[in-house]
T-cell receptor, first 110, second 114 residues
Framework: GQNIDQPTEMTATEGAIVQINCTYQ??????LFWYQQHAGEAPTFLSY????GLEEKGRFSSFLSRSKGYSYLLLKELQMKDSASYLC???????????FGGGTRLMVKP | EPEVTQTPSHQVTQMGQEVILRCVPI?????FYWYRQILGQKVEFLVS????????KSEIFDDQFSVERPDGSNFTLKIRSTKLEDSAMYFC????????????FGPGTRLLVL
């Protein structure tokens, strides 16, 4: 089975850095994705990790440790528009599908 | 930038009625997916589709659900006899290859079953 855990909610201040953690236990693993989802909208792709280590993309970075079943998304220089849900999703190649965690709702305050 | 499109954006139907949700995947993509998200809950996989057949489906995707690629551009999800618990946002997604290729999501259809 698949179990993906991430905090339900986080709050941070504009201009700060926030780290959103995700742990997973899956029967198959072939990559981990982070998506951003604003309320009532579709998930939009942020980052992808398949090998251990850090992937950096502008203000967003994502880290993966396969041996620990752990990933985090790091958001720097937070802006008000970063207030959204951040979804951790594991790709299972056997099923050619994404399994999502419950999402972390991030609120950025002035 | 190419994107996945979905119609309608909202659909209200009576319990027991059939609904068809439509999607136009990104044009050079070969793999298509349907996900749903009940209000306040997580995104759940329904089905993946490749080469005109289902490649994987979840427990949610029972006999009441079907998918079709009726022509070269559309990808549809049909719910034969809707139930109250089918009320959700339905997202179509596509990717250009199998494996861990990025899946791009459409804007969704909000289905409300009364």
């Amino acid at each position: 089975g698949q179990n993906i855990d991430q905090p339900t909610e986080m709050t941070a201040t504009e201009g700060a850095i926030v780290q959103i953690n995700c742990t997973y236990q899956t029967s198959g693993f072939n990559g981990l994705f982070w998506y951003q989802q604003h309320a009532g909208e579709a998930p939009t792709f942020l980052s992808y990790n398949v090998l251990d280590g850090l992937e950096e993309k502008g203000r967003f970075s994502s880290f993966l440790s396969r041996s620990k079943g752990y990933s985090y998304l790091l958001l720097k220089e937070l802006q008000m528009k970063d207030s959204a849900s951040y979804l951790c999703a594991v790709f299972n190649n056997a099923g050619n599908m994404l399994t999502f965690g419950g999402g972390t709702r991030l609120m950025v305050k002035p | 930038e190419p994107e996945v499109t979905q119609t309608p954006s909202h659909q209200v139907t009576q319990m027991g009625q059939e609904v068809i949700l439509r999607c136009v995947p990104i044009s050079n993509h070969l793999y298509f997916y349907w996900y749903r998200q009940i209000l306040g809950q997580k995104v759940e996989f329904l089905v993946s589709f490749y080469n005109n057949e289902i490649s994987e489906k979840s427990e949610i995707f029972d006999d009441q659900f079907s998918v079709e690629r009726p022509d070269g551009s559309n990808f549809t999800l049909k719910i034969r006899s809707t139930k109250l618990e089918d009320s959700a946002m339905y997202f179509c997604a596509s990717s250009d290859a199998a494996g861990a290729e990025t899946q791009y999501f459409g804007p969704g259809t909000r289905l409300l079953v009364l």
